[in-house]
């Protein structure tokens, strides 16, 4: 601990905020503050942020966030507004397997990578497909952990389509587990929401044999 402190008291980048101090979450920092903090991470990792390596990499990483939590500037309920009444009778569920997980552990920042499939059984109206993987998009490009983005994506759909079922399927692997601590690889999660219609035993079973194929 003296040596953190040491480190602090002598690195103008370096910071402690009381745990008195309420800190806002509502104004994000600046890009100069976003390209300082990497600069400061650099240094923390043992490298030299000046040298010519290093030099554009705050500005590189500060894009690549920009990519990686853009869920967090997408709004589901815009998402989700517009559905078809025009659907001919059709009233069987709509699948979508294998839809690409791209997501960030919130606990080590590092890459959660799988698939989803989901489903819904529609009441009268149906939304445009490209929208539900939007959906999938919205919530892993945040910092999440699998169960929670599995949760959130039942909840938007049920929410905003009010379907009569919602089934969500992710099987995804974390690199928290595979580059760091146990270091076991190739550690599948499934995480899965089954809710209304999809609760049924037949239901899930229909779903199970098509996402199977």
């Given at each position: 601990m003296?040596?953190?402190?040491d480190?602090i008291?002598?690195?103008p980048?370096?910071k402690?905020?009381?745990?008195?101090?309420?800190i806002?979450?509502?104004?994000r920092?600046?890009?100069?503050?976003?390209?300082?903090?990497?600069?400061?991470?650099?240094?923390?990792?043992?490298?030299d942020?000046?040298r010519?390596g290093?030099?554009?990499?705050?500005?590189?990483?500060?894009?690549?966030?920009?990519?990686?939590?853009?869920?967090?500037?997408q709004?589901?309920?815009?998402i989700?507004?517009?559905?078809?009444?025009?659907v001919?009778?059709?009233?069987?569920?709509?699948?979508?397997?294998?839809?690409r997980?791209?997501?960030?552990c919130e606990?080590?920042?590092?890459p959660?990578?799988?698939?989803?499939?989901?489903?819904?059984?529609p009441?009268g109206s149906?939304?445009?497909?490209?929208?539900l993987?939007r959906?999938?998009?919205?919530?892993?490009?945040?910092?999440?952990t699998?169960?929670?983005?599995?949760?959130?994506?039942?909840?938007?759909?049920?929410?905003?389509l009010?379907?009569?079922g919602?089934a969500?399927v992710?099987?995804?692997?974390?690199?928290?587990?595979?580059?760091?601590?146990v270091?076991?690889?190739?550690?599948?999660?499934?995480?899965?929401?089954?809710?209304?219609?999809?609760k049924?035993a037949?239901?899930?079973r229909?779903?199970?044999?098509l996402?199977r194929?």
């Open positions: 003296d040596a953190v402190l480190r008291d002598h690195d980048e370096l402690v905020v009381s745990q008195d101090t309420e806002s979450t509502s104004k920092p600046s890009r100069a503050e976003a390209e300082a903090a990497v600069r400061t991470l650099i240094r923390w990792a043992g490298d942020p000046t010519e290093l030099i554009d990499t705050p500005k590189r990483v500060t894009k690549a966030y920009e990519e990686f939590f853009e869920g967090y500037d709004d589901p309920e815009e989700l507004a517009r559905t078809f009444d025009e001919a009778g059709y009233d069987d569920m709509v699948v979508l397997r294998g839809i997980v791209e997501s960030h606990h080590h920042m590092v959660v990578q799988g698939t989803a499939h989901v489903a819904y059984m009441n149906v939304v445009g497909i490209s929208k993987a959906i999938v998009e919205t919530y892993s490009k945040r910092l999440q699998q169960e929670t983005m599995t949760a959130q994506i039942a909840d938007a759909i049920e929410k905003y009010d379907p009569k919602v969500i992710i099987d995804a692997t974390h690199q928290c587990m595979s580059c760091r601590g270091k076991h690889q190739n550690v599948y999660t499934i995480t899965r929401q089954f809710r209304g219609c999809f049924e037949d239901q899930e229909r779903f199970w044999d996402v194929g």
